[in-house]
Structure formats: structure tokens, C-alpha cells
């Protein structure tokens, strides 16, 4: 079926008044919380007014089916069975759920990366603290390349290998959050199948910014937000595990009603929740009531995405928009501040950045924190011990109420960079006007130090 031009809206300010947008402000930084369309606030509303309405029918039996409709709909964009897709709030709560349901042994290990998001990373380390389980990280500094951080990854395994350790999980990104890269995660995936070690993604920058196909990836969880990128309001993130591996998670965060108690327990209270569908299975039903919140956010996912078909035209048609626009951006940004975009070291001219492949960038702005650093450009200011926190901080600070704006900053392998997030929204000349301020701000920084 063919796009309905006649419904289509220009991608950049004219798609802007589709959002809930405020006029005095640019929102540059769409990768870290999201935004929805107006057409998604309006279903929003109407599920919460139901639920307001009547409670406890809505909450007892109609809930069950609009999940049973929103999971239909995120199976087939990844291509999987609806019945190995649940919903849980946020990426963040997806890890830590397939986490703390697996059994660990002493000789276990879960190996991360160094660019790991840090509430995971932390989750991570409170599991080490209760459970016997070790933990390892890749460690490095980017820009790399995604051969040798698949190596790094390698010699990590086969290093813990050598101390008598098994390497039960490996938990990797879709795409990095500070600094923002495309992960090799196809490959990761891969590697983990061929090594027995079980592949946890956090697929937080996932649906919604780029094309994934899960049936043909087939890693062993998933947890990717729905609230980022496929403006669906928050939280909402879908939680992929393969019916191969469902039988391992018997337990949500909280304790949900449809806890699976183990083989030689002696049973639970039933749910209060009432499915019309005879072949559910227990580990749909697990996600089913998982105590009293708002649920409405999940509900919304087929209006979401029939906002994507017919205003933006399409996955396909956004995904290479924000790509596209990631990349320009970030071009003119590191032009003005004669800096460098973030890429694989030594990339042959015209050869593509697998590392930019995606709808967000990184560019690197001419603050250091190491001396030798500095020491190769003079228009370089160098950072004092410590000062990093504080230097990001006025930045975004001062980009917020000053300009009406805001872009994350990280302190990463000695230098200071900005986050550039793209969406249908925007357009070149945001970023253009954005490379001015922040050329304006380096040289105000600069001027005003000690």
C-alpha cells in the first residue's frame, strides 16, 4: 500500500506543530526523555478518563485486552510472536528484571562495557552485593571501532575463562547513551549465541530510531523503550524474551499477581486480572498487573504508530530522516567549533561511520581535561582537576535559561562532548542555530576563566 500523500506532513517546524511543543523552547535533546504527538496525547487521555470512569472494570478486565492489542502491534514492528513481548516501564527496569530472575551460581560472571548506562551499571553492582555473582567490564575509551570493541570483548571472556569463571550474561547497548553511538550489537549477539553466554540488550535508544528485526537477530532478552523514540508517553518499554528463554523469569519488579511460583511450590493467589484468551501464557500473564500504576502509556502504542504510518510516512522513511539529519547535524556543529565529530579513528575519507548510524551524535567540544590533550591545539581550554561536573553543568544550565534550549554534555577520554539528538521535528537549521550558541559559549567560557 502506497504513502497517502495527502495526510503526510513536512518533516521540521511544520511537524513541530504536531507536537506537544512550547514555542520558546528547542527541544535538541529528544534522546533522553521523548516526546509524544498530539494525536497519541488525545488517546492517552481518553484511556485515562475511562480508567477514572470505572476503575475497576477498566483496571480487571479491559486492561488485559488493550495490552493484549499494544503487544500485537510491537510484535509485528520487531517481528516476533506477541506472546514473547510484555511491557514494563523503562529499559532500565527490563534489565534489572531479566537480572534478578536469573540464577546465578559463585563462578558466574556478567560482563558489561565501559559505556554501559549508568543506572544499569549500578543496578549491576547492588545485584553483586546480594547475589554470587562477579562482574567484569570491557574496558576502553571511544572513539573505537566495532571490530575492536568486538575483540575487547572477546579477550575479556576468554580472559575470565582462564580464572576458572563462567560468563553467564553479557549485557550490552543498541545504541550508547553518553556519548551516543551505534552499537555493534548484531555481532555481539552473534558471538554470545556461539559461546553459550546469554545476551541481555539494553535497547534503550532502540525501537522507534532504528530498524530492528528481532526474529532474525534473535538475541536472548530485549528491553527497549517505547517513550524515546516511538512516541509513546512515558514509560513504556517492551520487554522481548523468546519463548526459550521465558521459563528462567517467574517474577516482575515488584512481585507481580501473576508471579510463577517454582515446579514444587504450592501455588499462589490467583490474579485479580480476567483474560478473555484461554492460551495466554503464564509469562504474559506475569506482566499483566504488576502492582497499581498508570498503565495507560502501553495502551497507546497503536496510536503511536498509526501517527507514524500516516503523518511521518513510515518506519523506513523516518529512520533514514533521523540518520540523515544526525549526521549533518553533528558535521555543522564540530565545523563551527572546529572540533570532530565522534567516529572510528582513522576512518578512509567517504568510507560510512558505523559508529554514526542512528539518529543521534556526538561532537567533541574544544575543552580538555588532560593536559596533553590541550597541549595539541592552542584553542583548546584545559579543565582544572575536578572541574568537569561543574563546567557541564554551566553549560546546560546557561543553554536552558539563556537560550531556550538544551543538549546533554560528557566528560569522556579527556574531553568535554555534546549529545546531538535528531527527530522528524527538526531540521538543519536548528542545528545550525545551535552551532552558533555553542561557539559563542566555548568562546564565553574561554574568555572568562582565571
Known amino acids: 500500500m502506497g504513502l497517502n500523500e495527502a495526510t503526510l506532513v513536512p518533516y521540521g ?9 512550547d514555542p520558546n523552547f528547542l527541544n535538541l535533546n529528544h534522546g533522553s526523555f521523548g516526546t509524544y504527538p498530539l494525536a497519541v496525547r488525545t488517546a492517552l487521555r481518553q484511556y485515562q478518563d475511562q480508567v477514572e470512569g470505572r476503575p475497576d472494570p477498566f483496571i480487571r478486565y479491559t486492561t488485559p485486552k488493550e495490552l493484549d492489542k499494544s503487544r500485537e502491534e510491537v510484535a509485528k514492528l520487531l517481528n516476533v510472536p506477541r506472546d514473547e513481548c510484555v511491557f514494563v516501564k523503562n529499559a532500565t527496569t527490563g534489565v ?18 565501559e559505556t554501559v548506562y549508568g543506572a544499569v551499571e549500578k543496578g549491576i553492582a547492588s545485584l553483586a552485593e546480594s547475589r554470587t555473582v562477579q562482574i567484569r567490564k570491557v574496558k576502553y575509551e571511544m572513539p573505537i571501532g566495532h571490530e575492536e570493541l568486538v575483540e575487547k570483548f572477546l579477550n575479556v571472556v576468554k580472559t575470565t575463562r582462564g580464572e576458572g569463571l563462567n560468563v553467564k550474561v553479557a549485557v550490552f547497548d543498541l545504541i550508547t547513551s553518553m556519548p551516543a553511538v551505534r552499537f555493534p550489537f548484531e555481532k555481539l549477539t552473534q558471538i554470545c549465541r556461539e559461546e553459550g553466554i546469554l545476551s541481555l540488550i539494553d535497547g534503550a535508544h532502540g525501537v522507534g530510531q532504528i530498524h530492528l528485526d528481532l526474529g532474525e537477530l534473535q538475541p ?11 512516541f509513546v508517553p512515558r514509560g513504556c518499554c517492551v520487554l522481548y524474551v523468546p519463548k526459550r528463554n521465558q521459563h528462567l ?41 504488576v502492582a ?24 523506513d522513511r523516518i529512520y533514514k530522516y533521523l540518520e540523515s539529519l544526525a549526521k549533518e547535524a553533528a558535521d555543522i556543529v564540530a565545523a563551527a567549533l572546529e572540533t570532530e565529530v565522534m567516529e572510528e579513528p582513522n576512518l578512509e575519507p567517504g568510507a560510512n561511520s558505523q559508529l554514526r548510524r542512528c539518529g543521534m551524535s556526538t561532537v567533541r567540544l574544544p575543552i580538555a581535561t588532560r593536559e596533553e590533550l590541550a597541549r595539541s591545539n592552542d584553542k583548546t581550554v584545559l579543565l582544572k582537576p575536578g572541574e568537569g561536573g561543574s563546567t557541564v553543568k554551566w553549560f546546560q544550565s546557561t543553554l536552558t535559561e539563556k537560550y531556550g534550549t538544551f543538549v546533554p554534555l560528557v566528560e569522556h577520554g579527556g574531553w568535554l ?23 559563542e559559549l566555548c568562546a564565553q567560557f574561554a574568555a572568562e576563566r582565571p
Open 417 to 439: 562532548w555534546v549529545r546531538l539528538s535528531a527527530q522528524v521535528y527538526l531540521e538543519k537549521k536548528d542545528f545550525e542555530w545551535l552551532a552558533g550558541v555553542l561557539k
Open 13 to 21: 517546524a511544520a511537524m513541530r506543530e504536531q507536537f506537544l511543543c
Open 292 to 315: 497499581t500504576s498508570d498503565d495507560t502509556p502501553y495502551f497507546c502504542v497503536p496510536a503511536a504508530l498509526e501517527f507514524r504510518e500516516k503523518v511521518c510516512g513510515g518506519e
Open 220 to 230: 536472548d532478552f530485549l528491553a527497549s523503550n517505547c517513550h524515546k523514540w516511538l
Open 96 to 113: 534489572a528484571t531479566v537480572l534478578q530472575n536469573l540464577p546465578f551460581k559463585p563462578n558466574d560472571v556478567i560482563v558489561h562495557f
Open 249 to 289: 523469569l517467574r517474577t516482575t519488579l515488584p512481585t507481580s499477581w501473576g508471579y510463577i511460583p517454582p515446579p514444587d511450590g504450592t501455588g499462589t493467589i490467583p490474579s485479580i486480572m480476567q483474560s478473555d484468551d484461554p492460551n495466554k501464557t503464564a509469562f504474559e500473564s506475569l506482566f499483566e498487573f
